[in-house]
């Protein structure tokens, strides 16, 4: 098993510009999210999916929109990045909601110029 | 919002000692997550807690899930160079969603 993967690794973009972060896994997790990991601030949740065609808000999901018509993918989508959006992002996933070992991807480190 | 308080910030010790870091929060949670993130990859799964009370070990690790449900701690015994990273409390409460400290960053000496 390969496990969570993202892509890409590092990626750097203009104030406006639009792109998606990619993440896959390949164990059969019901439940997917994305976190963003600033300095000082720990993990913050973007959004999450229980499932395929069902998604939710976390705690910071302003400037993000996400899909799920797969149960092995889940992309986090940046309509329009603001520097704000600086930050590294992981992709996680668990067997299920009440499955509490979250298994991460190596991150996306992004830089909003 | 940000809901638990990882302490210390960072921590700067010897090879050989021993290290201890905490986590408290206001608010009770069901379960207690402890994780290790080395530079540039992503956090990974050292213990998990599921009772208050509850004492657990992974090899040089112990953590323990606190009596009031509001704390928890990690101890790492005999430090070695390879425990150099972040580490990272989470709690569950009942939405099941994991709430993150702000992380501990441990930096060894030879």
């Known amino acids: 098993n390969a496990g969570v993967t993202q892509t890409p690794k590092f990626q750097v973009l203009k104030t406006g510009q639009s792109m998606t972060l990619q993440c896959a896994q390949d164990m059969n997790h019901e439940y997917m999210s994305w976190y963003r990991q600033d300095p000082g601030m720990g993990l913050r949740l973007i959004h999450y999916?229980?499932?395929?065609?069902?998604?939710d808000q976390g705690e910071v999901p302003n400037g993000y929109n996400v899909s799920r018509s797969t149960t092995e993918d889940f992309p986090l989508r940046l309509l329009s990045a603001a520097p704000s959006q600086t930050s590294v992002y992981f992709c996680a996933s668990r067997t299920s909601l009440s499955s509490y070992e979250q298994y991460f991807g190596p991150g996306t480190r992004l830089t909003v110029t | 919002g940000q809901q638990l308080n990882q302490s210390p910030q960072s921590m700067f010790i010897q090879e050989g000692e021993d290290v201890s870091m905490n986590c408290t929060s206001s608010?009770?949670?069901?379960?207690w997550l402890w994780y290790k993130q080395d530079p540039g990859e992503g956090p990974v799964l050292l213990i998990a807690?599921?009772?208050?009370?509850e004492l657990t070990s992974n090899g040089r690790l112990t953590a323990q899930f606190g009596i009031t449900r509001k704390d928890s701690f990690l101890n790492i015994s005999a430090s070695i160079p390879s425990d150099v990273g972040i580490y990272f409390c989470a709690g569950i409460q009942g939405a099941q969603k994991l709430v993150f400290g702000q992380g501990t960053r441990l930096t060894i000496n030879p």
């Open positions: 608010s009770i949670f069901n379960t």
């Open positions: 999916s229980v499932g395929a065609g069902i998604t």
């Open positions: 807690l599921y009772k208050a009370g």
